[in-house]
T-cell receptor
Framework: GQNIDQPTEMTATEGAIVQINCTYQTSGFNGLFWYQQHAGEAPTFLSYNVLDGLEEKGRFSSFLSRSKGYSYLLLKELQMKDSASYLCAVTDSNYQLIWGAGTKLIIKP | GAVVSQHPSWVICKSGTSVKIECRSLDFQATTMFWYRQFPKQSLMLMATSNEGSKATYEQGVEKDKFLINHASLTLSTLTVTSAHPEDSSFYIC??????????FGQGTRLTVV
């Protein structure tokens, strides 16, 4: 079966760095996405990785290792507004999106 | 990024009535649209996937006759919740994508059935 695993919840301190991991087992691979979702709102796109390596976008970076079926989202200089759920999603060989359950990130002052 | 407009943002309806939710891709053609349901503090649950011009593919456990999906054009998909009941109250979200690109989400519709 197809499966995406990510931690249920993480806590970090304002100004610090946090890494949210995602591992996947899917039928083929055509890219991995990270989305941010604030409570009561729809998800918003953060990043897309299809090749191995690190993609940096401001305070957010996303890493992919296809051989390990592994990705992480790195958030630097955490702000209170970063408190949200972070969803990992993988596109399989049929271009179907497989979603992780999301990681709830709690930022403390 | 691309814009997906979902309407209405919220709706309250009486039990037994039907509600239609629209999802439009405003600046791109969506070959595939997805409909999700999300209960409080839970993750997205895919209800169905629809490709333009063909019947929607429903996920296991989702009633086709209750949740009618129409994807009549490359920019519009609709979800109709028929004979709504209080247990159908939820946050419904659509997303649209062109081929293998990232999915863009609508704002979501909060449905309350009383």
């Amino acid at each position: 079966g197809q499966n995406i695993d990510q931690p249920t919840e993480m806590t970090a301190t304002e100004g610090a760095i946090v890494q949210i991991n995602c591992t996947y087992q899917t039928s083929g691979f055509n890219g991995l996405f990270w989305y941010q979702q604030h409570a009561g709102e729809a998800p918003t796109f953060l990043s897309y990785n299809v090749l191995d390596g690190l993609e940096e976008k401001g305070r957010f970076s996303s890493f992919l290792s296809r051989s390990k079926g592994y990705s992480y989202l790195l958030l630097k200089e955490l702000q209170m507004k970063d408190s949200a759920s972070y969803l990992c999603a993988v596109t399989d060989s049929n271009y179907q999106l497989i979603w992780g359950a999301g990681t709830k990130l709690i930022i403390k002052p | 990024g691309a814009v997906v407009s979902q309407h209405p943002s919220w709706v309250i309806c009486k039990s037994g009535t039907s509600v239609k939710i629209e999802c439009r891709s405003l600046d791109f053609q969506a070959t595939t649209m997805f409909w999700y349901r999300q209960f409080p503090k839970q993750s997205l649950m895919l209800m169905a996937t629809s490709n333009e011009g063909s019947k929607a593919t429903y996920e296991q456990g989702v009633e086709k006759d209750k949740f009618l999906i129409n994807h009549a054009s490359l920019t519009l998909s609709t979800l109709t919740v028929t004979s709504a009941h209080p247990e159908d109250s939820s946050f419904y979200i659509c997303s649209a994508r062109w081929r293998g690109t990232e999915a863009f989400f609508g704002q979501g519709t909060r449905l309350t059935v009383v």
